[in-house]
Nanobody
Framework: QVQLVDSGGELVQTGGSLRLSCVVS?????MGWFRQAPGKEREFVSA???????IYGGSVKGRFTISRDNAKNTMYLQMNSLKPEDTAVYSC???????????????WGQGTQVTVSS
């Protein structure tokens, strides 16, 4: 059974940093982060393949860094230079396919709230 547990979201000031974590059990997958702000559609943030290929959404490129530690079955999202528009629920995702569409991922974490105050 595949399970994803994401964590690390909290309230932070503009310009601050946070690191999100996602622990996966039940296999090694391609993984990604998506976010959804109130009243908005889910947005692709970043993804990393099993072999470490990384892709980023345009709004976070240069500020966020995705990584993974396969020995710990954990994926990370280091978020720097945070802006109020980064406020959202961030969810990790995993699956056999890889890309920037949420439809590619079969398994999802419960989500963690990131709030950036101005």
């Amino acid at each position: 059974q595949v399970q994803l547990v994401d964590s690390g979201g909290e309230l932070v000031q503009t310009g601050g940093s946070l690191r999100l974590s996602c622990v996966v059990s039940g296999g090694t997958f391609n993984m990604g982060w998506f976010r959804q702000a109130p009243g908005k559609e889910r947005e692709f943030v970043s993804a990393i393949s099993r072999r470490g290929v990384k892709i980023y959404g345009g709004s976070v490129k240069g500020r966020f860094t995705i990584s993974r530690d396969n020995a710990k079955n954990t994926m990370y999202l280091q978020m720097n230079s945070l802006k109020p528009e980064d406020t959202a629920v961030y969810s990790c995702a995993a699956g056999e396919r890889f890309g920037d569409s949420s439809q590619l991922y079969a398994y999802w974490g419960q989500g963690t709230q990131v709030t950036v105050s101005s």
